[in-house]
Structures are given as C-alpha cells and as structure tokens.
T-cell receptor, first 111, second 118 residues
Framework: SQQGEEDPQALSIQEGENATMNCSYKTSINNLQWYRQNSGRGLVHLILIRSNEREKHSGRLRVTLDTSKKSSSLLITASRAADTASYFCATGSFGNEKLTFGTGTRLTIIP | NAGVTQTPKFRVLKTGQSMTLLCAQDMNHEYMYWYRQDPGMGLRLIHYSVGEGTTAKGEVPDGYNVSRLKKQNFLLGLESAAPSQTSVYFC?????????????????FGPGTRLTVL
C-alpha cells in the first residue's frame, strides 16, 4: 500500500505563479524526499528533508515537513514551462532499506 | 558516468513468453531496486537488493524473479508473461552512508522499460 498520498492529483497554473503540492503519510519516517518525473522519463531526485528538519530550500523549491501532522509540502516559486511534470513524495523509515512512493501530483504550467 | 541504464527501452511480448530486463549502474551503489509504474498507481516496488548476491521481495513480487550476481547489475526476469504485467519498469540504485540505510538516501533512476504483454 502507498505510504504517501499527494494532493492535489493534478494542478494547472499560469507561468510565473507559485505551485504548492502536499504529501501526507501514515507512519513514522526518517526522511521524506521529493522527486520529479518528466513525461516518459525516469524520476529525478529534487530534495530530501530529514525528520528533525522543518523546512528546506533548494533554488526555487521550498519543502516543509510537519511530523505531528504527518505531512509535507513542496512549493515551486515563479513557475516555468519546464516545471511541467509529475511530482512524487517518497518516505524512508528507520531501519528500512527502501522508500515508499506516493501516487504523484501532475503539474501543468500554462505559458 | 552513465548513471543507471536499462535494457531494452521497449518490448512487446506474447502471453507466456519470458524475458529479462537488465539494469546497470556505474556509481558503485550497494542498493538496487526494481519498480513498476502503472497509471494512477505511482511506483510500486517489485524486488530489491542490498548488495551483490542478495535479493528481497518488495510490494508486488509475484510473477517476477531477480538476480544480483555482480554489484553493478540487477536483472529482472519474467518467466511467463501475463497481460497484467504490462507496465513501465524502472530500476533505481542508492548508496549507503554513515550508518544510514540505502533506502533512506537519494535514489537514482534509469530511463525505464516500457513493456507490453499481449
């Protein structure tokens, strides 16, 4: 079963706007990761946030983590057409050798 | 570095046929994974390996077998393909560092293999 569930399933915004997508999970985690998948391609790692961190930045990306609510959000600022992709969250648990992926958010940037 | 490569990129099989998907990585990673991706289902783990000569079952292992004879290669086999195995298959690898389990680190993905079983 999926550990992470992304919300919304699909999102369309105008270029230049900010995009926010959310991830909720069920059990305790060691870290939470976000990946991007362009159409027909493999996943690319974007950012990792550990369970003892609350916020992390990487370029135009901002990730927050609220372990009390078991949720994370990914904010992409000043969106570009090239940001059109599916975005997945993945959780890693203590003592676990694998990640569990959510079902993804499909983001479309309208030029 | 080529990163993670997968062979073949596309394949069409008839029900009952067998095939092997090859994944290779040149990053000296200990951990390797096979996923399948179906519309609306996200990524589901089939099998994984935490080192040469080791394999373990993931979430959806039935109908698949794997082998990790060399550290850099991870093979996924379908002995008797079924239409339900029509999917896009992704291989990934990861490193272990500082006591952290490989599954807790960043995973590097291959480009995928699109398999259709008729």
């Amino acid at each position: 079963s999926q550990q992470g569930e992304e919300d919304p399933q699909a999102l369309s915004i105008q270029e230049g706007e900010n995009a926010t997508m959310n991830c909720s999970y069920k059990t305790s985690i060691n870290n939470l990761q976000w990946y991007r998948q362009n159409s027909g391609r493999g996943l690319v790692h974007l950012i990792l946030i550990r369970s003892n961190e609350r916020e992390k930045h990487s370029g135009r990306l901002r990730v927050t983590l609220d372990t009390s609510k078991k949720s994370s959000s990914l904010l992409i600022t000043a969106s570009r057409a090239a940001d059109t992709a599916s975005y997945f969250c993945a959780t890693g648990s203590f003592g676990n050798e694998k990640l569990t992926f959510g079902t993804g958010t499909r983001l479309t940037i309208i030029p | 570095n080529a990163g993670v490569t997968q062979t073949p990129k596309f394949r069409v099989l008839k029900t009952g046929q067998s095939m092997t998907l090859l994944c290779a990585q040149d990053m000296n990673h200990e951990y390797m994974y096979w996923y399948r991706q179906d519309p609306g289902m996200g990524l589901r783990l089939i099998h994984y390996s935490v080192g040469e000569g080791t394999t373990a079952k993931g979430e959806v292992p039935d109908g698949y077998n794997v082998s990790r004879l060399k550290k850099q290669n991870f093979l996924l086999g379908l002995e008797s393909a079924a239409p339900s195995q029509t999917s896009v298959y992704f291989c990934a690898s990861s490193y272990a560092s500082g006591g952290h389990y490989g599954g807790n680190n960043e995973q590097f993905f291959g480009p995928g293999t699109r398999l259709t079983v008729l």
